[in-house]
């Protein structure tokens, strides 16, 4: 997935974010199929386990059953069609997510040959925080970073400036 254009600097604003503000050691449930990020946090002295890449639209009972201090989920709510539901489900107090930001020029991702490489929301902040609070979640951290490109033109400018990805340290609310 990532032979020639493995993402350091999204690995290193991920991993600084994650030990600020949920530091190690602490049991991870990490949504999305084992990664380099997998390794990346386990490095870093966490204990961590992934789903199976079952449709997390339909199958919950990963989230539900888990007994993990912390969900992770590092780009996968932009690929649900309800992230809601999955959101609902999960049982650990301590959420930390990350998305790419809908960016007002550029398309939203679709892979052409992968059905499940393309995303089905790309979130403005406001709408990934509003799909949070309405699940249950009380936002205690944010941050955002840019993702710049080594292109020519005005799309590979403006990703200098804009912030692609949006990062929520979140705790389960109390009834």
């Given at each position: 997935m990532y032979e020639n254009s493995f993402p350091n600097k999204r690995y290193k604003e991920t991993i600084q974010f994650l030990e600020k503000v949920a530091p190690a050691p602490a049991s991870v449930l990490d949504l999305g199929v084992r990664n380099p990020f997998s390794e990346v946090m386990e490095a870093r002295g966490y204990d961590v386990?992934?789903?199976?890449?079952?449709?997390l639209d339909l199958k919950t009972e990963v989230v539900r059953n888990s007994s993990a201090e912390?969900?992770?989920?590092?780009?996968?709510?932009?690929?649900?069609?309800?992230?809601?539901?999955?959101?609902?489900?999960?049982?650990?107090?301590?959420?930390?997510?990350s998305v790419p930001l809908r960016l007002w020029f550029s398309p939203a991702y679709r892979s052409k040959t992968?059905?499940?490489?393309?995303?089905?929301?790309?979130?403005?902040?406001?709408?990934?925080?509003?799909?949070?609070?309405?699940?249950?979640?009380?936002?205690?951290?944010?941050?955002?970073?840019?993702?710049?490109?080594?292109?020519v033109g005005l799309r590979p400018l403006?990703?200098?400036?804009?912030?692609?990805?949006?990062?929520?340290y979140a705790e389960r609310k109390k009834p």
């Open positions: 386990a992934n789903t199976k890449g079952e449709d912390i969900v992770t989920a590092f780009e996968i709510f932009e690929h649900l069609v309800a992230p809601f539901n999955v959101l609902r489900e999960i049982k650990a107090e301590k959420l930390v997510a992968d059905q499940w490489d393309r995303h089905y929301h790309e979130f403005e902040d406001w709408q990934f925080d509003w799909l949070l609070e309405k699940a249950g979640w009380e936002i205690k951290d944010r941050h955002k970073w840019t993702n710049p490109v080594k292109k403006l990703r200098k400036f804009m912030p692609r990805y949006y990062a929520v």
